[in-house]
């Protein structure tokens, strides 16, 4: 718990003494680990897959793009950004969740690429122009509010764990019918826990396009984007408090360095990977044996 | 105005046997083993490639060709299965659905990857073609009846397969109910093999049509699966007359939605029914019982 | 058991490629060694769309700029007024992986930790359209090789150069409707477009150019790339028997168009196929693409300009101009920036890079004449983009090559119309 505030405070200095570049990546590579812990609130502690996180993070960047266009001053947007995430969440909610397990999968999904398919089509999000706001340089702004929703987000499932609210939810994924007939209002909480893992995408979509000053409906609601938070909450461990950020961590860095190593191959080196991720840590990174070992240890040393 | 309407319903039937034969290699997969094969689409590319290669040292019919794919695919699906799936197989079913979405989509990953460098990337038909048959004012394209033959063809032989043959019915049996085929004593084991040999050699031939009748490129493989999922998603998990009814209905759709709407929101239509067939009945059209 | 066999030899695969790699990493370029050390060198930053979807079309275009910059160097390197000598090239890239969100993170690393020169767009128009916000953010002078969409140039973005003209004028097919006007025997057009951005700002011009010259446009209608199936389109166009059906789209849609059209007879007098290129003459055939016109930056007999070192580069790279036309149209975009490079007055001042571009007025390799000099255009809070002259010329497929058949100062052959209809070709 100790290490929490010192990493913080590292990631807060590293803009003056690190290459743009790093700072951009890591802004990147938070926005995807807000992306996955947010996942991970249905994906994790509700046991519902739900692959249309993008969903959230591209209408929180139209709205805000829009808002923005339209002439609100500066914080509006954002805030509009937030609501029509929030507000989506509970649209979605209705016919939706009367989907389980695989059948709600494919249904959100499919409902990511009708997004894109809208976003593409209409005139008032630029269509496949994609939509501009007005350029400066903000990468440090934005990167500083993505910090803190990262925090926010691993905080919310930390107080998940150890909360009613999330113990109602972990009794839905083990036994749907029978935690209604204890008294769980299987549909509200089901559709509070979406609204809740929409609020913080929405503002890091709103915050991305604050930093590109461009998007195109395939940056936001792409396969890419859809695909892998929760490819990161897999790979880290779902349900835990730390998972989809370990995941996500080792899954850039791996990336990365196996793109600037190997010029052609990466994709199909990143597979096999994937394959033997599959086979050998399928709970994820953070249950195999090795990791709780090191994490043990770690512990305590740290004691 | 008759003469085009009908033209237009019978592309898009031609159109919808072409959907319903990529989708059913994924249906028969899906249905024994509950693996969702993420790599399925990339099978159908690997199935074009070598239909593409054979077609540069001989240029006849690449019908011609199932010949060398059937085998070849058959043993390649059963590699795939003993080597990659076997392992993961059983698991606890929360597990193995993560564990062979992780070792599929890693496996789609690295096909389409390698494909890219070894071929360069570039996109690849085959230039063969037949002359169309032409009826008063309608125009059908040979090749693309051919496909609807084929597909006809493999669904009544997978038909005969299933419902007169030993391992035909244990494959039913193990798709319609799991626990029950296992206390009956059916190997599970071996009916997986099996499901993941006939997919593959199915997608094969998909892959064959693609390559002569549109073009295939390396990185098609992904969105081509989801299209396939939307299929059997449609007709119902694990029925093989629900993915033909599937595909001819999405192929339909989408040719007289391109008609009357505009060709611009044929992709909506397939997705819109996707969402219409998830609120109204989850199980699709042909959905058996227990295969969730 | 298995598993663990499996796990050693993809473990062993990954580290033996790993390996086997490491070496060909995407390393900037190099500079040639010269005798004496000079105080800089001129450094033009780009990326490449080596990995990704548009990697087929223009993976090449970083190994073009290697060997462009490599025979500069052999010639001395280029005068820059500023240091009163010649200085070396050298030329900076990175992988956009064909993603608009990879190719903001490079340009911006190329302006901020690279601090290059001058900028070169990327690949194709989406991740153009992404890339031009980081000249506007950091003040440096890009030239947009590839951009040829007008809401790129409408945004008022001061320091976005393009190199070709946009589709607004005088458009993509301009030169072709020149030819069907000279001749005057075709009166009616149809037109489909893939969905996509350069495909359909080339139709919506087209329409415009094709209404200009008094033709009765018959037929629109716009699908989605993905289209494999175009039974419906072609009903209607059968219908109406077009003497031209215009098919604005890149070779996948394309070519799966023109096979339907084929098997299903629909038989106009001229087939138009903006992209004629490679993926759709390999796909369809020499054979079944004869007669169809298209446009071109590129024939055999090309020979505007400098011509010749961009033969030399595309021999010792091993490329054929002809199958990489839009690749090679990073040529185009070398030549103005090393151009407003020798022009300017100051190399590190970008503000007189930027006016350097403005007032040049050159001889490039590009079509239809090579004549290149920057356009205005639409002012946008007093700020304006810069559009090129550079835009292709018409070629006609004949005998299994590519033949200029418009304006007639380059024209290799004479145009054939009309084409014979299916049925008789057999």
């Given at each position: 718990?100790?290490?929490?505030?010192?990493?913080?405070?590292?990631?807060?200095?590293?803009?003056?003494?690190?290459?743009?570049?790093?700072?951009?990546?890591?802004?990147?590579?938070?926005?995807?680990?807000?992306?996955?812990q947010?996942?991970?609130?249905?994906?994790?502690?509700?046991?519902?897959?739900?692959?249309?996180?993008?969903?959230?993070?591209?209408?929180?960047?139209?709205?805000?793009g829009?808002?923005?266009?339209?002439?609100?001053?500066?914080?509006?947007?954002?805030?509009?950004?937030?609501?029509?995430?929030?507000?989506?969440?509970?649209?979605?909610?209705?016919?939706f969740?009367?989907?389980?397990?695989f059948?709600?999968?494919?249904?959100?999904?499919?409902?990511?690429?009708?997004?894109?398919?809208?976003?593409?089509?209409?005139?008032?999000?630029?269509?496949?122009?994609?939509?501009?706001?007005?350029?400066?340089?903000?990468?440090?702004?934005?990167?500083?509010?993505?910090?803190?929703?990262?925090?926010?987000?691993?905080?919310?499932?930390?107080?998940?764990?150890?909360?009613?609210?999330?113990?109602?939810?972990?009794?839905?994924?083990?036994?749907?019918?029978?935690?209604?007939?204890?008294?769980?209002?299987?549909?509200?909480?089901?559709?509070?826990?979406?609204?809740?893992?929409?609020?913080?995408?929405?503002?890091?979509?709103?915050f991305?396009?604050?930093?590109?000053?461009?998007?195109?409906?395939?940056?936001?609601?792409?396969?890419?984007?859809?695909?892998?938070?929760?490819?990161?909450?897999?790979?880290?461990?779902?349900?835990?408090?730390?998972?989809?950020?370990?995941?996500?961590?080792?899954?850039?860095?791996?990336?990365?360095?196996?793109?600037?190593?190997?010029?052609?191959?990466?994709?199909?080196?990143?597979?096999?990977?994937?394959?033997?991720?599959?086979?050998?840590?399928?709970?994820?990174?953070?249950?195999?044996?090795?990791?709780?070992?090191?994490?043990?240890?770690?512990?305590?040393?740290v004691? | 105005?008759?003469?085009?309407?009908?033209?237009?319903a019978?592309?898009?039937?031609?159109?919808?046997?072409?959907?319903?034969?990529?989708?059913?290699?994924?249906s028969?997969?899906?249905?024994?083993s509950?693996?969702?094969?993420?790599?399925?689409?990339?099978?159908?590319?690997?199935?074009?490639?070598?239909?593409?290669?054979?077609?540069?040292?001989?240029?006849?019919?690449?019908?011609?060709?199932?010949?060398?794919?059937?085998?070849v695919?058959?043993?390649?699906?059963?590699?795939?299965?003993?080597?990659?799936?076997?392992?993961?197989?059983?698991?606890?079913?929360?597990?193995?659905v993560?564990?062979?979405?992780?070792?599929?989509?890693?496996?789609?990953?690295?096909?389409?990857?390698?494909?890219?460098?070894?071929?360069?990337?570039?996109?690849?038909?085959?230039?063969?073609?037949?002359?169309?048959?032409?009826?008063?004012?309608?125009?059908?394209?040979?090749?693309?009846?051919?496909?609807?033959?084929?597909?006809?063809?493999?669904?009544?032989?997978?038909?005969?397969?299933?419902?007169?043959?030993?391992?035909?019915?244990?494959?039913?049996?193990?798709?319609?109910?799991?626990?029950?085929?296992?206390?009956?004593?059916?190997?599970?084991s071996?009916?997986?093999?099996?499901?993941?040999?006939?997919?593959?050699?199915?997608?094969?031939?998909?892959?064959?049509?693609?390559?002569?009748?549109?073009?295939?490129?390396?990185?098609?493989?992904?969105?081509?699966?989801?299209?396939?999922?939307?299929?059997?998603?449609?007709?119902?998990?694990?029925?093989?007359?629900?993915?033909?009814?599937?595909?001819?209905?999405?192929?339909?759709?989408?040719?007289?939605?391109?008609?009357?709407?505009?060709?611009?929101?044929?992709?909506?239509?397939?997705?819109?029914?996707?969402?219409?067939?998830?609120?109204?009945?989850?199980?699709?059209?042909?959905?058996?019982?227990?295969?969730? | 058991?298995?598993?663990y066999?499996?796990?050693?030899?993809?473990?062993?695969?990954?580290?033996?490629?790993?390996?086997?790699?490491?070496?060909?990493?995407?390393?900037?370029?190099?500079?040639?060694?010269?005798?004496?050390?000079?105080?800089?060198?001129?450094?033009?930053?780009?990326?490449?769309?080596?990995?990704g979807?548009?990697?087929?079309?223009?993976?090449?275009?970083?190994?073009?700029?290697?060997?462009?910059?490599?025979?500069?160097?052999?010639?001395?390197?280029?005068?820059?007024?500023?240091?009163?000598?010649?200085?070396?090239?050298?030329?900076?890239?990175?992988?956009?992986?064909?993603?608009?969100?990879?190719?903001?993170?490079?340009?911006?690393?190329?302006?901020t930790?690279?601090?290059?020169?001058?900028?070169?767009?990327?690949?194709?128009?989406?991740?153009?359209?992404?890339?031009?916000?980081?000249?506007?953010?950091?003040?440096?002078?890009?030239?947009?090789?590839?951009?040829?969409?007008?809401?790129?140039?409408?945004?008022?973005?001061?320091?976005?150069?393009?190199?070709?003209?946009?589709?607004?004028?005088?458009?993509?097919?301009?030169?072709?409707?020149?030819?069907?006007?000279?001749?005057?025997?075709?009166?009616?057009?149809?037109?489909?477009?893939?969905?996509?951005?350069?495909?359909?700002?080339?139709?919506?011009?087209?329409?415009?150019?094709?209404?200009?010259?008094?033709?009765?446009?018959?037929?629109?209608?716009?699908?989605?790339?993905?289209?494999?199936?175009?039974?419906?389109?072609?009903t209607?166009?059968?219908?109406?028997?077009?003497?031209?059906?215009?098919?604005?789209?890149?070779?996948?849609?394309?070519?799966?168009?023109?096979?339907?059209?084929?098997?299903?007879?629909?038989?106009?007098?001229?087939?138009?196929?903006?992209?004629?290129?490679?993926?759709?003459?390999?796909?369809?055939?020499?054979?079944?693409?004869?007669?169809?016109t298209?446009?071109?930056?590129?024939?055999?007999?090309?020979?505007?300009?400098?011509?010749?070192?961009?033969?030399?580069?595309?021999?010792?790279?091993?490329?054929?101009?002809?199958?990489?036309?839009?690749?090679?149209?990073?040529?185009?975009?070398?030549?103005?920036?090393?151009?407003?490079?020798?022009?300017?007055?100051?190399?590190?001042?970008?503000?007189k890079?930027?006016?350097?571009?403005?007032?040049?007025?050159?001889?490039?390799?590009?079509?239809?004449?090579?004549?290149?000099?920057?356009?205005?255009?639409?002012?946008v809070d007093?700020?304006?983009?810069?559009?090129?002259?550079?835009?292709?010329?018409?070629?006609?497929?004949?005998?299994?090559?590519?033949?200029?058949?418009?304006?007639?100062?380059?024209?290799?052959?004479?145009?054939?119309?009309?084409?014979?209809?299916?049925?008789?070709?057999?």
């Open positions: 718990m100790l290490i929490l505030p010192v990493v913080i405070a590292v990631l807060v200095v590293l803009p003056y003494f690190v290459p743009h570049y790093i700072v951009a990546f890591l802004m990147l590579l938070f926005i995807y680990v807000i992306l996955a947010s996942y991970d609130i249905l994906g994790g502690y509700m046991g519902y897959v739900n692959l249309g996180q993008s969903i959230f993070f591209g209408v929180g960047a139209y709205i805000f829009i808002t923005l266009k339209m002439g609100f001053p500066v914080p509006l947007p954002f805030l509009f950004a937030l609501g029509a995430a929030a507000a989506m969440a509970v649209a979605i909610s209705f016919p969740f009367r989907l389980r397990g059948y709600f999968a494919i249904g959100t999904f499919a409902l990511a690429n009708l997004m894109f398919l809208i976003a593409y089509n209409l005139v008032i999000t630029g269509g496949p122009h994609g939509l501009f706001i007005e350029m400066a340089n903000r990468l440090t702004i934005s990167y500083y509010a993505i910090i803190c929703f990262l925090v926010i987000a691993i905080f919310i499932n930390y107080k998940l764990e150890r909360s009613k609210f999330g113990l109602a939810l972990k009794s839905i994924r083990e036994d749907e019918e029978v935690a209604q007939t204890f008294g769980i209002n299987a549909f509200r909480f089901k559709c509070k826990a979406l609204v809740l893992s929409s609020c913080l995408p929405g503002l890091a979509g709103a991305y396009l604050w930093w590109t000053c461009y998007i195109s409906p395939e940056m936001v609601f792409g396969i890419d984007i859809t695909l892998i938070p929760p490819t990161m909450a897999f790979l880290g461990g779902t349900g835990l408090v730390a998972g989809p950020l370990v995941g996500g961590v080792v899954l850039m860095f791996v990336e990365e360095v196996l793109w600037t190593k190997m010029a052609y191959l990466h994709r199909a080196t990143l597979g096999f990977m994937l394959v033997l991720v599959g086979m050998f840590l399928v709970g994820g990174i953070m249950r195999s044996k090795r990791f709780i070992g090191i994490w043990g240890l770690l512990k305590k040393y004691k | 105005m008759l003469g085009e309407i009908t033209q237009v019978i592309g898009g039937v031609l159109l919808g046997g072409i959907y319903a034969l990529a989708a059913l290699g994924l028969v997969i899906f249905g024994v509950k693996v969702l094969n993420a790599a399925h689409g990339d099978f159908i590319i690997l199935g074009g490639i070598t239909t593409y290669f054979f077609f540069n040292l001989l240029e006849v019919n690449p019908l011609v060709f199932a010949v060398i794919l059937i085998p695919f058959l043993i390649g699906g059963f590699a795939f299965e003993r080597v990659l799936i076997r392992p993961i197989a059983d698991k606890p079913l929360d597990e193995m993560r564990a062979s979405i992780l070792v599929t989509f890693g496996v789609s990953l690295a096909v389409s990857d390698l494909l890219a460098f070894t071929w360069g990337r570039d996109i690849i038909g085959v230039t063969y073609s037949m002359p169309s048959i032409s009826i008063a004012e309608v125009s059908v394209s040979t090749l693309r009846l051919l496909a609807l033959v084929v597909i006809v063809v493999v669904a009544v032989v997978l038909h005969g397969f299933f419902r007169k043959t030993y391992t035909g019915r244990a494959i039913r049996a193990v798709t319609e109910d799991r626990e029950a085929a296992l206390l009956i004593g059916t190997n599970i071996k009916m997986r093999l099996l499901s993941f040999g006939i997919g593959s050699v199915l997608a094969a031939i998909a892959g064959l049509f693609f390559v002569t009748i549109f073009t295939i490129d390396p990185y098609m493989g992904i969105p081509l699966m989801l299209k396939c999922l939307t299929i059997i998603i449609l007709g119902g998990l694990g029925s093989l007359l629900g993915s033909l009814v599937g595909g001819l209905t999405i192929g339909f759709a989408e040719s007289i939605c391109s008609y009357y709407i505009g060709a611009h929101w044929s992709p909506a239509t397939a997705l819109f029914i996707l969402i219409l067939i998830l609120l109204i009945k989850p199980t699709g059209l042909f959905g058996v019982r227990g295969a969730k | 058991m298995t598993k066999v499996v796990a050693i030899v993809l473990v062993a695969i990954i580290v033996g490629a790993g390996g086997f790699y490491a070496g060909q990493t995407l390393a900037p370029g190099k500079i040639v060694e010269v005798e004496k050390k000079p105080p800089r060198t001129i450094k033009i930053g780009m990326t490449c769309a080596k990995t979807g548009y990697g087929p079309m223009y993976w090449m275009t970083n190994e073009l700029s290697l060997e462009w910059a490599k025979i500069i160097n052999e010639q001395g390197g280029l005068y820059v007024k500023q240091y009163k000598q010649r200085l070396p090239v050298e030329i900076v890239w990175y992988d956009d992986k064909s993603d608009p969100a990879t190719t903001i993170k490079f340009y911006e690393k190329l302006v930790e690279d601090k290059v020169d001058i900028l070169i767009g990327p690949n194709c128009s989406p991740p153009t359209f992404a890339a031009t916000t980081v000249p506007e953010k950091y003040g440096v002078p890009m030239i947009t090789q590839q951009a040829a969409s007008p809401s790129i140039f409408s945004r008022g973005l001061k320091w976005v150069v393009g190199c070709l003209a946009d589709s607004s004028y005088p458009g993509w097919s301009y030169e072709y409707f020149q030819m069907l006007k000279a001749e005057g025997k075709a009166k009616t057009i149809a037109f489909i477009s893939e969905d996509s951005l350069w495909a359909k700002d080339n139709y919506l011009n087209a329409v415009d150019l094709a209404k200009g010259i008094g033709m009765r446009v018959v037929y629109e209608e716009v699908a989605p790339v993905e289209t494999k199936d175009f039974t419906a389109v072609i209607k166009m059968k219908a109406l028997d077009p003497d031209i059906v215009y098919i604005a789209s890149f070779p996948v849609f394309g070519s799966t168009f023109y096979k339907q059209a084929k098997e299903l007879r629909l038989s106009p007098r001229e087939f138009h196929v903006t992209w004629s290129g490679k993926g759709f003459f390999d796909v369809v055939g020499w054979k079944d693409a004869e007669y169809v298209g446009e071109h930056y590129w024939v055999p007999d090309w020979k505007v300009g400098n011509y010749k070192m961009l033969k030399r580069i595309c021999d010792n790279i091993g490329i054929n101009a002809i199958e990489y036309a839009f690749g090679v149209i990073q040529f185009y975009g070398l030549e103005i920036a090393a151009a407003a490079i020798e022009a300017s007055e100051s190399l590190d001042d970008k503000q890079l930027l006016d350097a571009i403005w007032g040049l007025h050159i001889m490039t390799t590009g079509s239809p004449d090579g004549v290149w000099y920057a356009r205005q255009g639409k002012v007093g700020k304006y983009s810069g559009i090129g002259t550079i835009n292709p010329f018409c070629v006609q497929i004949m005998k299994g090559t590519f033949n200029a058949v418009w304006p007639k100062s380059v024209a290799t052959a004479e145009h054939v119309y009309p084409m014979k209809p299916w049925a008789e070709r057999g």
